[in-house]
C-alpha cells in the first residue's frame, strides 16, 4: 500500500479528488439515510439522488459559494475538479452542471485524502440540512 505522506495531495488532478469525493460523500449519505430509519433499496436509492445526483450537487456548491462557505483553497479545489477535462458525460445532466458537480466532488475528495474530516463532516453536515430545508 502506497504511504500517504509521501503523496502531495496538492498534485493530484481534480478528476482523481473527484472519484474519492463521490465515494466518500455517497458514503456519509447512505449512512445519514439509513440511520434515520430508511431501509429499502428502492427507497434508499431515491432518496440519495436527492443529495448525490449531478443536478444536487451543483446546487449545493451553488449555495455554498453564494453562502461563502469555501474556504479560498477549497474553492480553489473545486475549480479545478470543475475545469478539469473528463472525457466523460454525464448521463442526466448537462455539461456545466455535470462539471460543477466534479468540481464539488473534489472538494470532498480533497479534505477526506488531507485528513481534514472534522471540516468534511461540517461541509456533509450542512449539505444534509441544506437538501433538508429545500425539501420543506
Known amino acids: 500500500m502506497i504511504d500517504k505522506n509521501q503523496v502531495d495531495v496538492n498534485l493530484i488532478n481534480g ?24 431501509t429499502k433499496p428502492n427507497q434508499l436509492h431515491r432518496l440519495a439522488t436527492k443529495y448525490v445526483s449531478a443536478r444536487a450537487q451543483a446546487s449545493l456548491v451553488t ?6 462557505l469555501l ?8 475549480r479545478r475538479g470543475r475545469n478539469t477535462n473528463s472525457h466523460t458525460k454525464a448521463k442526466n445532466a448537462d455539461v456545466v452542471t455535470y462539471r460543477m458537480s466534479t468540481g464539488f466532488e473534489a472538494v470532498m475528495g480533497y479534505l477526506d485524502m488531507t485528513g481534514q474530516t472534522e471540516r468534511l463532516e461540517e461541509l456533509v453536515a450542512w449539505c444534509i440540512d441544506w437538501v433538508e430545508q429545500e425539501a420543506k
Not at 449555495?63 to 461563502?68: D, F, G, P
Request: hydrophobic share 40%; aromatic share 16%; net charge negative.
Open 71 to 78: 474556504t479560498e483553497k477549497e474553492e480553489d479545489i473545486y
Open 63 to 68: 449555495a455554498m459559494l453564494e453562502a461563502q
Open 15 to 38: 478528476i482523481a479528488l473527484a472519484f474519492e469525493g463521490d465515494a466518500v460523500y455517497s458514503y456519509y449519505i447512505r449512512r445519514h439515510l439509513i440511520f434515520t430509519g430508511q
